[in-house]
């Protein structure tokens, strides 16, 4: 479906914990929209949910990272509103954003994914032991996960945990390459190596920009054997599928010494900077950042809601 004479409401911010990351992605989509013939593009900074959109609003590009825009509440206003907007529904936003609803679908899928626990956090440790990896369910960008070795560090790790949620999600900790595949449509985007300059991949070596702490080398695509880039993609496509994602998404797997792909999590509003890893993806497959902008929108335009 073609954008020309299209108004596209880029929509940025939000009230969540990743709103300054949002806005930085917002503005690279909406220069890249801008770029694009006969396409008029507002940008809007979204607050909460009490926002207005431009009148005659064709398609609400959806650049709101975390709470309320990559969880469903916002899929839900934008559908009241009766406004299409881009990548994931309401239920595949809903499930995908709670880590323990996705790693139930997972396993009824067959997905590769670690092996885990909840915990209420009230009293006793987890069962699974160290080391350990322990994460809020419903935080992104790797917000208060921690990667706990003794006791004390778990202490450590509840009392951060604890200020998003009463209860953590406790994956057993897999040591290996750090792996995130792009999905566009049925397409598994060529895989990027995430290499932290230190630790994993935290919120400081994502967005050094942010704490002037951490930082990241990328290589895409991975150095990887075919047989052994095929079976991460597929995992990624099944996890992508399992969840009922629509348009596109970013899958994160660990590789283990084995070659093994563990699902992590799908993201579905990933980073949109030209600098982003889904971006990254598309580019090692001859897509550039406009065209991938501007095949996000049309694809959606074409879903049905």
């Known amino acids: 479906m073609s954008l020309i004479g299209k108004t596209i409401a880029v929509l940025m911010g939000g009230p969540g914990s990743e709103r300054e990351i949002s806005l930085v992605s917002a503005q690279s989509v909406g220069t890249a929209l801008r770029s694009l013939d006969g396409v008029n593009v507002v940008v809007v900074d979204v607050k909460d949910s009490h926002f207005e959109l431009p009148e005659g609003t064709d398609l609400a ?39 323990i609803d996705s790693k139930i679908r997972f396993i009824e899928h067959s997905v590769p994914s670690p092996a885990y626990e909840l915990w209420d956090m009230v009293s006793v440790m987890p069962v699974m032991g160290f080391p350990c990896v322990v994460k809020p369910p419903r935080e992104g960008s790797s917000v208060g996960v921690h990667i706990v070795q003794n006791a004390e560090g778990m202490a450590k790790a509840k ?48 967005y050094p920009w942010l704490n002037n702490a951490g930082g990241t080398d990328y290589i ?7 047989d ?25 797997v660990l590789l283990d010494a084995d070659n093994r792909p563990w699902v992590l999590e799908v993201n579905t509003i990933p980073g ?22 501007q095949k996000i929108a049309e694809t959606s335009l074409q879903t049905k809601r």
């Open 159 to 206: 009392e951060d945990v604890a200020k998003y949620c009463d209860r953590a999600l406790v994956e057993q900790l897999v040591i290996g390459k750090e792996l995130t595949v792009g999905i566009l449509g049925d397409q598994a985007l060529p895989i990027v190596h995430i290499c932290p300059n230190s630790g994993f991949y935290d919120i400081n070596n994502k």
């Open 220 to 226: 895409c695509p991975a150095d990887l054997p075919d």
């Open 228 to 252: 052994v880039t095929k079976s991460v993609q597929d995992a990624a496509l099944i996890a992508h599928r399992s969840l009922g994602i629509e348009v596109y998404s970013r899958a994160d």
């Open 61 to 99: 590009f959806n650049v709101i990272h975390g709470t309320f825009g990559e969880d469903g509440v916002l899929q839900e206003i934008l559908e009241a509103k009766g406004v299409p907007y881009t990548g994931a529904g309401i239920a595949a936003s809903r499930l995908a954003f709670d880590k």
């Open 272 to 293: 949109m900077t030209e600098s982003s890893l889904l971006p990254k993806g598309a580019q090692a497959a001859g897509i550039d950042f406009v065209q991938l902008c």
